[in-house]
């Protein structure tokens, strides 16, 4: 059974720095696209970053450029999605998937998606 799990959201402050884990079971992540998207309240599916590490494809929203950091673990299965210098508008609930095909392009649209987690919430608030 195929899964990703999500963790490491919570409460942090402005400036702050959070690392969210996607936990994969069932398949191997770096065999496949692996994308973070995350949702507002409010605000359409956005995809933030992709990562396809058989081909090392690392790929970043232009807005959340040089603040967020994906990365995997191959031993643990686990990608992550470090972000930094929080903001408020990075509040939403983020979650990973896998894409449906093995490439990250159209990923920013949060679409295309095999299969996701039930997302961990990222609250940025002072």
């Known amino acids: 059974q195929v899964q990703l799990v999500e963790s490491g959201g919570g409460l942090a402050q402005p400036g702050g720095s959070l690392r969210l884990s996607c936990a994969a079971s069932?398949?191997?992540?770096?065999?496949?696209?692996i994308t973070w998207f995350r949702q507002a309240p409010g605000k359409d599916r956005e995809g933030v970053a992709c990562t396809y590490r058989r081909y090392n494809g690392i790929y970043y929203k232009d807005s959340v450029a040089n603040r967020f950091t994906i990365s995997s673990d191959r031993a643990k299965n686990t990608v992550y999605l470090q972000i930094n210098s929080l903001r408020p508008d990075d509040t939403a609930v983020y979650f990973c998937?896998?894409?449906?095909?093995?490439?990250?392009?159209?990923?920013?649209?949060?679409?295309?998606?095999?299969?996701w987690g039930n997302g961990t919430l990222v609250t940025v608030s002072s």
């Open positions: 998937a896998r894409r449906k095909d093995p490439f990250c392009a159209g990923y920013t649209s949060g679409n295309d998606l095999a299969f």
């Open positions: 069932g398949f191997v992540a770096d065999n496949s696209a």
